[in-house]
């Protein structure tokens, strides 16, 4: 069942849903990668960058200076229901196509 972007104008807001849980992991970073696009959450994610870059704690190790780095921030989580708002382009017509069977597609 393939999802059929030809009715999706470039730059058009759309919306997904995630419908059901992947099994494989490929499709749930795919959906992640995805969900990343949502300029809310690009926002959350260059704001969480900045502030581990602001709070890294540099030593010195043998004359050397190294630095203690924080893990990154998991923003975006793959779950049953999780809704997001992304513009549509034509190169994300395939990503879509393999993640439809999990996820639903509507024009905002």
């Known amino acids: 069942m393939a999802l059929d972007t030809t009715s999706f104008k470039p730059g058009q807001d759309i919306l997904c849903t995630v419908a059901k849980l ?4 490929a ?39 190294w630095v203690s780095r924080e893990k990154p921030a998991r923003v975006v989580r793959c779950v049953s229901g999780a809704t997001w708002t992304m513009p549509f382009t034509v190169d994300l017509a395939d990503e ?11 024009a905002k």
């Open 27 to 65: 499709s749930v970073s795919t959906i992640e990668r995805l969900m990343r696009l949502d300029p809310d959450n690009k926002r959350a994610l260059r704001r969480a960058q900045r502030m581990r870059s602001q709070r890294e704690l540099v030593y010195n190790r043998g004359n050397r200076d």
């Open 96 to 106: 879509l196509a393999s993640v439809s069977a999990y996820v639903t597609v509507k």
């Open 22 to 25: 992947p099994k494989g992991q």
